[in-house]
Structure formats: C-alpha cells, structure tokens
C-alpha cells in the first residue's frame, strides 16, 4: 500500500557528560563530552570506535536539538511534517479468528532533523591552514521504517473476518453443496397407478405389479394385442396369431403333420423322455426340473408333428386328485408360458395307477393317445396348492 500521513516531533541529544544537567550552559567546554581520546584513529574500525563511544555517553539526553526555529509548522509547540508511507506486508491464517501478519512500512520524510542534527564534517583541502574538518549542512533528509510481526484476533463471537480472506463465491458454493437459507421442498410428482411413470406422462392407468414401457402403456412383448401379466404364452410367434384370451395363439399345422407317421417315428425323434419330481404337496418347479423341461421344449421344436402325454399317479383321495392335476398343470403351463410351445400339443393323463405320486412322467404321444383331452378342468379348485 502507499499513503501520506503526518508526524511530529521533538529531539533531544546527548551533547553533556554526568556533570551537566537541564540548566548547564552547553557550550561550557567542560560540560561537554571529551572525544579527543576517540579521534585521530586509535581504534582500527567502525565497530571499536562504536563500542568506544558507547562506553563514554551516558543515556540522559537532556539538551534541545537544533530545529528549524520558527519556521515551518507547529502543533503543540512540536516540529508539524508531512510524511509519505509505502507498506507491504504479508498475512497467513490460522483460521477463522486468528491470524500472523507480518508488515514493513517505510516513511519518507522532507526533514533533516529528525535525529536532531543535519551537519556533517567535510575534509578541508590539502594545502590550508585550517582545521583537517569543517562542518557542512546536508541535504539527506530522514527517513525510518518500521517492520512488525503481529497476531491479529477478530474480536467477538460474530466477528467478521477481513474481506480478503473470503472467497466471493464461497457463500453460493457453499449453499449448494448444504442448503441453509435457499432450502427448497422435494418435488413431488403425482402416480396414480404407482406404476414409476408420473401422471404427466403416464398414457394407461395400469393395475399393480403390471409391466410397462415408458410411455406407463402395459407392455406386450409378443404384439399380440395380450398384455404380458394376462398372456399365458409370453412370446406367440406371428404365424401363429390371432390368439385367444389368454393370449395363446393356434399354430397351423405344417405340411403333412396332419398325417400320422406312426408312433415310433415320434417315438423316435423325442427320445425318452424325463420325469418331474416334485417334493412334498409343492407344485412348484425347481431349477432342476426346469432345465429338464427346457431340453424336452427344445426336441418338440425339432419335431413340431409330434405330441407328448403328460401322466400323474394316485387318486386315492380328492387332494391327492387335486395334486396330480396342479402338478400337470404346472408342467404344460411352463412350457407355454416360458417354452413358447402350443398348448394343443399336451394330453393329459390324471391318477394313473403303479407310479410315483410324486413324479410326473412324459412321452411321445402315440395315435391312441389323440382321445386324451388337451385341457383338464381342476377337479377340486378349493383343494388347489398355493405352493
């Protein structure tokens, strides 16, 4: 920084030794210091020349210096000047209370008597008579500076640090990194049907846990015109649509299916065929029976003239009835649900005798079989397993 000021000031200097006092007569020779053992070069340097002249003054200045009399301006009876100041300085921060700075600032003044004396001793010419020095005025005007090193404390529980501390956008970051003032409520948006589509852009109100694309239409993934969680068979091929309610389609029958080739040439072509075993009164699936179901699905897409019969054992009582068809029923329902294959291409054989209750068995369907019924009503639908 730079700025102007103003000082005053009043000097005084240590011209008398230990006998002289406020009243003495200064320019009573024996009141005055003796330096004639100092000059001449005695002492080889600066420095023992210093250390010689301090030893010899005491520290009572008690004599006036010379001033500038009457001239110039006064305040309180003291020299008035004006004075110019350059500063630089340098802060760190602790934090937000306390910090060290530290500062230099040099004054520059247009007076000569600060100290009180603005004469200096000149050589005299080689060649006269006259003393080896002579007093002569000078023209260096003082200067001083002062260099500090300061703790600074913002005073006060509320204090305001220096603005040079604060960063302008620390306030805006600040706000939205932790809202405090600019808190703004969390939107809401209206959904009906809960289905994640907001109803600003919802274009179907959809019943709960129904599928749907981004547009909240219910999603059709096979195009059937079935919506997925009504569709029995989940992907109907084209060829096969027109579908029915349930969303399963009536393929036509390719060339020559219509004509038997014998029930070994089905026989043949599906191979034996595995059993599913369910465990206690479950008509659930496991991972194991439908990774068996997935390789029967496969050879009756390699064989699409062929059908399988799908058998259960024991009747002995209206819930082991009711058993055998819920476990039927799961099998054919996971291969057109899942399998993509026609319904119409499952017989049904309920309660047969000399098997496992628990196992349901598969094979090729031969021409006797084309009596057995593709669909089964439940025989006991109170009696149905939730399992």
């Known amino acids: 920084m730079a700025g102007i000021g103003g000082a005053i000031y009043d000097a005084q200097v240590n011209a008398l030794n230990d006998q002289g006092n406020a009243i003495s007569n200064p320019f009573d020779p024996a009141l005055r210091y003796n330096f004639s053992g100092i000059a001449g070069g005695v002492y080889k340097n600066r420095k023992d020349t210093r250390k010689a002249l301090k030893s010899m003054l005491d520290d009572t200045y008690e004599t006036e210096a010379e001033t500038r009399g009457t001239a110039g301006a006064k305040l309180g009876g003291n020299t008035f000047i004006p004075v110019y100041h350059i500063c630089a300085g340098i802060a760190f921060k602790l ?147 027109p579908v029915d309610a349930d969303g399963v389609g009536k393929c036509p029958c390719p060339e020559g299916c219509g004509t038997p080739k014998g029930d070994t040439a089905c026989a043949a072509a599906l191979g034996a065929l595995p059993s599913i075993t369910f465990t206690g009164n479950s008509a659930r699936l496991s991972t194991d029976a439908q990774g068996l179901l997935a390789s029967v699905a496969a050879r009756l897409r390699n064989s699409p003239e062929c059908r399988i019969v799908v058998t259960s054992y024991g009747a002995s009582s209206k819930a082991e009835q009711q058993r055998g068809w819920d476990r039927v029923n799961a099998v054919i329902n996971y291969m057109v649900e899942k399998e993509g294959i026609s319904g119409d291409r499952f017989f049904w054989q309920l309660g047969q005798e000399g098997g496992d209750a628990n196992t349901i068995d598969m094979r090729a369907a031969t021409t006797e079989d084309q009596t057995l019924p593709t669909t089964v009503p439940a025989p006991h639908p109170n009696l149905r397993s939730r399992r």
């Open 95 to 241: 934090n937000n209370k306390f910090n060290i700075a530290l500062e230099d600032r040099f004054s520059i003044t247009k007076d000569d008597l600060l100290d009180g004396q603005q004469w200096a001793e000149q050589p005299i010419p080689v060649g006269t008579t006259a003393p080896v020095y002579s007093p002569v005025m000078t023209r260096d005007f003082d200067t001083y500076n002062h260099l500090t090193l300061g703790l600074n404390m913002n005073i006060g529980n509320k204090a305001t640090e220096p603005l040079w501390w604060l960063n302008p956008l620390d306030y805006a970051y600040s706000e939205i990194r932790n809202p405090r003032l600019m808190r703004l409520p969390k939107p809401v948006l209206p959904d009906a049907d809960g289905d994640g589509v907001t109803d600003q852009f919802d274009q179907e109100q959809t019943p709960a846990g129904v599928p749907v694309d981004s547009h909240g239409v219910s999603r059709d993934t096979d195009g059937d015109g079935v919506p997925d969680a009504k569709d029995k068979e989940l992907v109907t091929p084209t060829y096969c649509q």
